[in-house]
Protein backbone atom coordinates (compact mmCIF):
# COMPACT_ATOMS: atom_id res chain seq x y z
CA UNK A 1 0.00 0.00 0.00
CA UNK A 2 0.78 3.70 -0.20
CA UNK A 3 0.69 4.88 2.95
CA UNK A 4 1.21 8.30 4.49
CA UNK A 5 2.34 8.44 8.31
CA UNK A 6 1.49 11.61 10.20
CA UNK A 7 4.29 12.54 13.15
CA UNK A 8 6.61 10.17 11.21
CA UNK A 9 9.69 11.69 13.48
CA UNK A 10 8.24 11.11 16.39
CA UNK A 11 8.46 8.08 18.84
CA UNK A 12 6.02 6.12 17.16
CA UNK A 13 6.33 7.64 13.98
CA UNK A 14 9.59 6.24 13.53
CA UNK A 15 9.27 2.86 14.50
CA UNK A 16 6.01 2.87 12.41
CA UNK A 17 7.61 3.70 9.34
CA UNK A 18 10.35 1.44 9.92
CA UNK A 19 8.34 -1.78 10.02
CA UNK A 20 5.83 -0.35 7.12
CA UNK A 21 8.98 -0.16 5.37
CA UNK A 22 10.22 -3.18 5.99
CA UNK A 23 6.66 -4.95 5.21
CA UNK A 24 6.72 -3.80 1.77
CA UNK A 25 4.87 -0.56 1.98
CA UNK A 26 5.49 2.78 -0.34
CA UNK A 27 5.74 5.11 2.99
CA UNK A 28 6.07 8.92 2.98
CA UNK A 29 6.42 10.72 6.53
CA UNK A 30 4.70 13.83 7.45
CA UNK A 31 5.66 16.06 10.01
CA UNK A 32 6.57 19.55 10.90
CA UNK A 33 9.82 19.11 12.99
CA UNK A 34 13.32 18.42 11.02
CA UNK A 35 13.90 19.55 7.90
CA UNK A 36 12.43 17.15 4.66
CA UNK A 37 14.17 14.23 3.49
CA UNK A 38 13.88 11.15 1.09
CA UNK A 39 10.38 9.83 1.96
CA UNK A 40 9.30 12.87 3.92
CA UNK A 41 7.18 16.01 4.01
CA UNK A 42 7.62 18.58 6.09
CA UNK A 43 4.13 19.66 6.37
CA UNK A 44 2.18 22.09 9.12
CA UNK A 45 -0.52 19.89 9.77
CA UNK A 46 -2.61 22.82 11.58
CA UNK A 47 -2.92 24.45 8.22
CA UNK A 48 -5.60 22.34 6.21
CA UNK A 49 -4.41 23.63 2.77
CA UNK A 50 -0.80 22.44 3.45
CA UNK A 51 -2.67 18.97 5.33
CA UNK A 52 -5.11 18.40 2.29
CA UNK A 53 -2.32 19.68 -0.57
CA UNK A 54 -0.11 16.95 0.75
CA UNK A 55 -2.20 14.14 1.08
CA UNK A 56 -3.34 14.53 -2.55
CA UNK A 57 0.21 14.61 -3.56
CA UNK A 58 4.08 15.80 -3.11
CA UNK A 59 6.10 16.28 -6.33
CA UNK A 60 9.18 13.74 -5.82
CA UNK A 61 7.65 12.18 -2.35
CA UNK A 62 3.99 10.25 -3.73
CA UNK A 63 1.07 11.23 -6.30
CA UNK A 64 -1.59 9.26 -4.56
CA UNK A 65 -2.74 7.66 -1.03
CA UNK A 66 -4.05 4.27 -0.05
CA UNK A 67 -4.10 4.42 3.24
CA UNK A 68 -3.50 7.19 6.34
CA UNK A 69 -1.59 6.58 9.51
CA UNK A 70 -2.19 9.66 11.71
CA UNK A 71 0.11 9.81 15.03
CA UNK A 72 1.44 13.56 15.07
CA UNK A 73 0.21 15.22 18.16
CA UNK A 74 1.54 17.10 21.03
CA UNK A 75 2.04 13.91 23.07
CA UNK A 76 1.15 14.84 26.62
CA UNK A 77 -0.20 17.85 28.97
CA UNK A 78 2.79 20.11 30.05
CA UNK A 79 5.00 20.55 27.08
CA UNK A 80 3.13 23.66 26.14
CA UNK A 81 0.05 25.28 27.66
CA UNK A 82 -3.15 23.12 27.93
CA UNK A 83 -5.01 25.15 25.14
CA UNK A 84 -2.29 24.83 22.60
CA UNK A 85 -2.55 21.24 23.38
CA UNK A 86 -6.10 20.90 22.50
CA UNK A 87 -5.96 23.12 19.80
CA UNK A 88 -3.52 21.43 18.15
CA UNK A 89 -4.54 17.96 18.75
CA UNK A 90 -7.79 18.33 17.48
CA UNK A 91 -6.81 21.28 14.42
CA UNK A 92 -4.66 18.51 13.19
CA UNK A 93 -6.44 15.17 13.58
CA UNK A 94 -9.84 17.24 12.01
CA UNK A 95 -7.23 18.48 9.23
CA UNK A 96 -5.96 14.92 8.51
CA UNK A 97 -9.19 13.05 8.50
CA UNK A 98 -11.53 15.16 7.07
CA UNK A 99 -8.43 15.71 4.32
CA UNK A 100 -7.86 12.26 3.68
CA UNK A 101 -11.50 11.53 3.12
CA UNK A 102 -11.73 14.71 1.11
CA UNK A 103 -8.76 13.23 -1.15
CA UNK A 104 -10.56 9.98 -1.35
CA UNK A 105 -8.85 7.90 1.37
CA UNK A 106 -10.62 5.38 3.15
CA UNK A 107 -8.32 3.21 5.52
CA UNK A 108 -7.31 5.69 9.05
CA UNK A 109 -5.47 4.14 11.98
CA UNK A 110 -4.85 6.25 14.20
CA UNK A 111 -2.84 6.89 18.14
CA UNK A 112 -5.35 7.63 20.86
CA UNK A 113 -4.54 7.16 24.28
CA UNK A 114 -4.95 5.91 27.54
CA UNK A 115 -6.28 9.67 28.53
CA UNK A 116 -9.00 8.80 26.79
CA UNK A 117 -10.14 6.04 29.31
CA UNK A 118 -9.18 7.60 32.61
CA UNK A 119 -5.49 8.47 33.41
CA UNK A 120 -4.28 9.84 35.78
CA UNK A 121 -6.97 7.29 37.23
CA UNK A 122 -7.51 8.60 40.35
CA UNK A 123 -10.90 8.07 39.98
CA UNK A 124 -11.32 4.27 39.99
CA UNK A 125 -12.58 2.72 36.86
CA UNK A 126 -16.01 0.85 36.75
CA UNK A 127 -14.06 -3.03 36.41
CA UNK A 128 -10.70 -4.61 35.59
CA UNK A 129 -8.80 -5.29 33.31
CA UNK A 130 -9.98 -1.79 32.05
CA UNK A 131 -11.60 -2.59 28.26
CA UNK A 132 -12.19 -0.10 25.31
CA UNK A 133 -16.01 0.62 26.56
CA UNK A 134 -14.83 2.82 29.53
CA UNK A 135 -14.30 6.40 28.47
CA UNK A 136 -13.01 9.09 30.65
CA UNK A 137 -11.08 12.12 30.34
CA UNK A 138 -8.88 14.11 33.03
CA UNK A 139 -7.06 16.95 31.13
CA UNK A 140 -6.85 18.73 27.69
CA UNK A 141 -4.97 16.15 25.90
CA UNK A 142 -7.11 13.63 26.85
CA UNK A 143 -10.59 15.60 26.11
CA UNK A 144 -8.86 15.90 22.95
CA UNK A 145 -8.48 12.05 22.34
CA UNK A 146 -12.38 11.49 23.71
CA UNK A 147 -13.19 14.03 20.65
CA UNK A 148 -11.33 12.30 18.10
CA UNK A 149 -13.27 9.38 18.76
CA UNK A 150 -16.19 10.91 18.61
CA UNK A 151 -15.37 12.75 15.43
CA UNK A 152 -14.08 9.56 13.92
CA UNK A 153 -17.42 7.69 14.65
CA UNK A 154 -19.25 9.76 13.21
CA UNK A 155 -16.97 10.30 9.73
CA UNK A 156 -17.06 6.79 9.17
CA UNK A 157 -20.77 7.46 8.60
CA UNK A 158 -20.57 10.04 5.57
CA UNK A 159 -18.84 7.41 3.26
CA UNK A 160 -19.99 3.38 3.90
CA UNK A 161 -16.52 1.65 2.75
CA UNK A 162 -14.59 3.92 5.36
CA UNK A 163 -12.52 2.11 7.74
CA UNK A 164 -11.25 4.06 11.10
CA UNK A 165 -9.23 2.61 13.74
CA UNK A 166 -8.05 4.15 17.23
CA UNK A 167 -5.50 2.53 19.02
CA UNK A 168 -5.58 3.40 22.33
CA UNK A 169 -1.80 3.62 23.58
CA UNK A 170 -0.72 2.95 26.41
CA UNK A 171 2.89 4.80 27.41
CA UNK A 172 5.41 3.83 24.82
CA UNK A 173 8.65 2.88 25.77
CA UNK A 174 11.55 3.29 23.28
CA UNK A 175 13.33 0.19 22.46
CA UNK A 176 16.47 1.88 24.33
CA UNK A 177 14.11 2.94 27.51
CA UNK A 178 13.70 0.58 29.72
CA UNK A 179 15.68 1.92 32.84
CA UNK A 180 12.52 3.19 34.82
CA UNK A 181 11.52 -0.36 35.29
CA UNK A 182 14.09 -0.54 37.80
CA UNK A 183 11.23 0.31 40.29
CA UNK A 184 9.01 -2.04 39.09
CA UNK A 185 8.54 -3.40 42.61
CA UNK A 186 7.50 0.10 43.77
CA UNK A 187 3.64 0.39 43.94
CA UNK A 188 3.58 3.77 42.83
CA UNK A 189 5.70 2.97 39.88
CA UNK A 190 3.31 3.62 36.61
CA UNK A 191 -0.20 3.93 39.11
CA UNK A 192 -1.23 6.65 36.78
CA UNK A 193 -0.96 4.56 33.77
CA UNK A 194 -2.89 1.80 36.06
CA UNK A 195 0.78 -0.37 35.27
CA UNK A 196 0.61 -0.31 32.11
CA UNK A 197 3.15 0.07 29.44
CA UNK A 198 3.97 -0.72 25.69
CA UNK A 199 7.58 -1.03 23.50
CA UNK A 200 7.36 1.18 20.76
CA UNK A 201 8.39 -1.66 18.22
CA UNK A 202 5.09 -3.08 19.45
CA UNK A 203 3.45 0.06 19.22
CA UNK A 204 4.28 -0.17 15.38
CA UNK A 205 3.17 -3.73 14.76
CA UNK A 206 -0.48 -2.73 16.25
CA UNK A 207 -0.54 -0.14 13.11
CA UNK A 208 0.04 -2.71 10.79
CA UNK A 209 -2.20 -5.21 12.11
CA UNK A 210 -5.07 -2.47 11.91
CA UNK A 211 -3.78 -1.85 8.56
CA UNK A 212 -4.72 -5.45 7.26
CA UNK A 213 -7.54 -6.03 9.33
CA UNK A 214 -9.17 -2.56 8.05
CA UNK A 215 -12.48 -2.79 8.09
CA UNK A 216 -15.28 -0.49 7.14
CA UNK A 217 -16.43 1.85 10.57
CA UNK A 218 -14.74 2.49 13.59
CA UNK A 219 -13.48 0.54 16.06
CA UNK A 220 -11.40 1.09 19.23
CA UNK A 221 -8.45 -0.90 20.48
CA UNK A 222 -6.25 -0.76 23.81
CA UNK A 223 -2.88 -1.06 23.24
CA UNK A 224 -0.69 -2.48 25.79
CA UNK A 225 1.74 -5.58 26.83
CA UNK A 226 -0.49 -8.62 28.05
CA UNK A 227 2.26 -7.87 31.81
CA UNK A 228 1.91 -5.33 33.85
CA UNK A 229 5.23 -3.61 34.41
CA UNK A 230 5.61 -4.28 37.75
CA UNK A 231 6.92 -6.93 39.82
CA UNK A 232 4.15 -7.10 42.38
CA UNK A 233 1.56 -9.54 41.41
CA UNK A 234 -2.06 -8.02 39.38
CA UNK A 235 -4.69 -8.81 42.22
CA UNK A 236 -2.61 -6.67 45.17
CA UNK A 237 -2.32 -4.04 42.83
CA UNK A 238 -5.94 -3.83 42.09
CA UNK A 239 -6.87 -4.11 45.76
CA UNK A 240 -4.29 -1.29 46.91
CA UNK A 241 -4.63 1.08 43.74
CA UNK A 242 -8.80 0.42 43.83
CA UNK A 243 -10.52 -1.64 46.67
CA UNK A 244 -14.00 -2.96 45.59
CA UNK A 245 -13.65 -2.11 41.77
CA UNK A 246 -14.54 -6.07 40.48
CA UNK A 247 -10.66 -7.83 38.63
CA UNK A 248 -11.89 -10.65 36.33
CA UNK A 249 -9.05 -13.35 37.17
CA UNK A 250 -6.34 -13.52 34.71
CA UNK A 251 -2.44 -14.16 34.64
CA UNK A 252 -0.14 -13.44 38.02
CA UNK A 253 0.65 -10.35 36.05
CA UNK A 254 -1.92 -9.61 33.76
CA UNK A 255 -1.92 -6.32 32.65
CA UNK A 256 -4.64 -4.54 33.92
CA UNK A 257 -5.32 -2.46 30.64
CA UNK A 258 -7.22 -5.48 28.79
CA UNK A 259 -5.82 -6.25 24.91
CA UNK A 260 -8.06 -8.94 24.25
CA UNK A 261 -9.37 -7.30 21.33
CA UNK A 262 -6.63 -6.24 19.58
CA UNK A 263 -5.42 -9.53 20.15
CA UNK A 264 -8.21 -11.09 18.65
CA UNK A 265 -7.27 -9.76 15.64
CA UNK A 266 -3.80 -11.28 15.67
CA UNK A 267 -1.40 -9.00 17.32
CA UNK A 268 0.86 -10.07 20.04
CA UNK A 269 3.07 -7.80 21.75
CA UNK A 270 6.69 -9.23 21.42
CA UNK A 271 9.04 -6.77 23.46
CA UNK A 272 8.45 -7.37 27.31
CA UNK A 273 9.78 -5.45 29.98
CA UNK A 274 11.51 -8.71 31.83
CA UNK A 275 13.33 -9.39 28.66
CA UNK A 276 14.08 -5.74 28.20
CA UNK A 277 15.33 -4.30 31.18
CA UNK A 278 18.67 -4.89 31.76
CA UNK A 279 18.83 -4.09 35.18
N1 LIG B 1 4.32 8.31 23.71
C1 LIG B 1 3.32 7.80 24.43
O1 LIG B 1 3.54 7.27 25.54
C2 LIG B 1 1.89 7.84 23.90
C3 LIG B 1 0.88 7.25 24.67
C4 LIG B 1 -0.44 7.27 24.21
C5 LIG B 1 -0.72 7.86 22.99
N2 LIG B 1 0.30 8.44 22.26
C6 LIG B 1 -0.06 9.06 20.99
O2 LIG B 1 0.71 8.45 19.97
C7 LIG B 1 1.00 9.42 18.94
C8 LIG B 1 2.49 9.49 18.74
O3 LIG B 1 3.11 9.89 19.95
P1 LIG B 1 4.69 9.95 20.11
O4 LIG B 1 5.03 9.48 21.46
O5 LIG B 1 5.35 9.33 18.93
O6 LIG B 1 4.91 11.52 20.11
P2 LIG B 1 6.16 12.36 19.60
O7 LIG B 1 6.10 13.71 20.25
O8 LIG B 1 7.42 11.58 19.74
O9 LIG B 1 5.84 12.52 18.05
C9 LIG B 1 4.76 13.30 17.61
C10 LIG B 1 5.16 13.98 16.32
O10 LIG B 1 4.03 14.77 15.88
C11 LIG B 1 4.55 15.92 15.26
N3 LIG B 1 3.56 16.98 15.25
C12 LIG B 1 2.91 17.54 16.32
N4 LIG B 1 2.13 18.53 15.88
C13 LIG B 1 2.28 18.61 14.53
C14 LIG B 1 1.76 19.46 13.52
N5 LIG B 1 0.95 20.49 13.82
N6 LIG B 1 2.12 19.23 12.23
C15 LIG B 1 2.97 18.21 11.92
N7 LIG B 1 3.52 17.42 12.83
C16 LIG B 1 3.18 17.60 14.12
C17 LIG B 1 5.78 16.29 16.12
O11 LIG B 1 6.69 17.14 15.39
C18 LIG B 1 6.36 14.94 16.48
O12 LIG B 1 7.43 14.56 15.62
C19 LIG B 1 0.34 10.71 19.42
O13 LIG B 1 -0.96 10.81 18.88
C20 LIG B 1 0.25 10.53 20.91
O14 LIG B 1 -0.77 11.32 21.45
C21 LIG B 1 1.59 8.42 22.69
Redesign the pocket.
Known sequence: MRIAV??S?????RATVDLLRADGHEVVG????RPAGPGFVK????DYGQTLDALLGVTARHSGLDALVH?????VNGLVPDATTFH?NMT?SFNVMFGALRAGIRTIVY?????AMGFPFEEAPPALPVDESYTAANNTYGLGKVLEEAMAAQLVRWHHDTSITALR????VPADGYESFARAGDPTYRRDLIGSYVDARDGASAVAVSLRHRAPGFEVYNVAAPDSGLSIPTAELAKQWFPGVPLTPGGEFESLMSTAKLQSLGWRAEHLWRDEYRG
Open positions: TGNGLLGFDVSVDLALAAIPNVASSITYTNV
